[in-house]
């Protein structure tokens, strides 16, 4: 399984949020790219990037930090960005500057032909944020909720050919109350394409029984504020994850 560090991005700076509240940051590094190649050093297969001023805005306002995210990771290991991707011209720019998969979320929602098109226009780099409550989506940043049922609308995203999808459990994200394990499990067999989850990683333990359950689709896991705050060692993490794998 891989274990996905993140990188929230508010105001050019690597942040958290609590329950995806903007009113309630927590800064944690000046220089998100220097953050990017010390999860790097520390064993990441992949890094996480989220644009929360883009996703708040419907487009992307940290372009310049995003770039040197890409300019300092230097293809070394896959980077997928989400926040504030709400048309093809920007999915086709983040894929140029090197970003290797853009991930929609609040647009797939509101706009499936847009989502449509963009996989058939870049296949293979495109991914679904799915952000849910009591298996119902939230978009707008979770400030709305829908009345859409997660696993339908992630087998229609399917059906389109996007790469993965991202499932984030709003109720807990940022709050270190432990991954909802058996609503991740659930999407996930309902599907044939893999599930990364997120929102609510706190220790090994999480992380244990996230691997434990990978062969039932669930390729990885993103985490934030453990790593940031300490409650999780990333490196101890990344071994553990290595150990199970073999």
């Known amino acids: 399984m891989i274990l996905i560090p993140a990188i929230d991005i508010k105001d050019g700076r690597c942040v958290r949020l609590q329950q995806g509240d903007m009113s309630k940051s927590t800064v944690f590094s000046e220089d998100p790219a220097a953050m990017a190649k010390h999860w790097l050093s520390l064993g990441a297969q992949r ?10 805005a419907g487009k992307p306002k940290n372009e310049p930090v995003i770039r040197r995210i890409v300019e300092a990771i230097a293809g070394a290991v896959p980077l997928q960005l989400g926040g504030g991707i709400r048309d093809i011209e920007t999915c086709e720019r983040y894929l140029d500057d090197g970003i ?3 991930i929609l979320g609040t647009a797939a929602v509101k706009n ?4 449509h098109e963009v996989c058939d226009a870049f296949p293979g780099h495109v991914m ?8 119902k989506v939230a978009i707008d940043g979770w400030s709305k909720m829908t009345g859409h049922d997660v696993v339908d609308l992630a087998q229609k995203y399917q059906s389109y050919g996007v790469e993965a999808v991202i499932y984030t459990d709003i ?11 058996d609503a991740t499990v659930r999407l996930a067999r309902e599907l044939t394409i893999p599930v990364i989850a997120s929102g609510g990683i706190k220790n090994l333990d999480d992380v244990k029984a996230l691997c434990a359950v990978e062969s039932e689709g669930v ?4 985490t934030g504020r453990a790593i940031y705050e300490g409650s999780l060692d990333f490196a101890a993490a990344i071994k553990l994850t290595e150990r199970v794998d073999a």
């Open 47 to 56: 890094i996480h990037l989220v644009d929360l001023d883009g996703a708040v």
């Open 100 to 102: 290797d998969y853009v």
């Open 112 to 115: 499936p032909g847009l989502l």
């Open 128 to 135: 679904v944020g799915l952000d849910a409550k009591d298996g």
């Open 171 to 181: 109720g807990r994200d940022g709050m270190l109350s432990g991954v909802n394990v």
């Open 219 to 222: 390729m990885g896991a993103i």
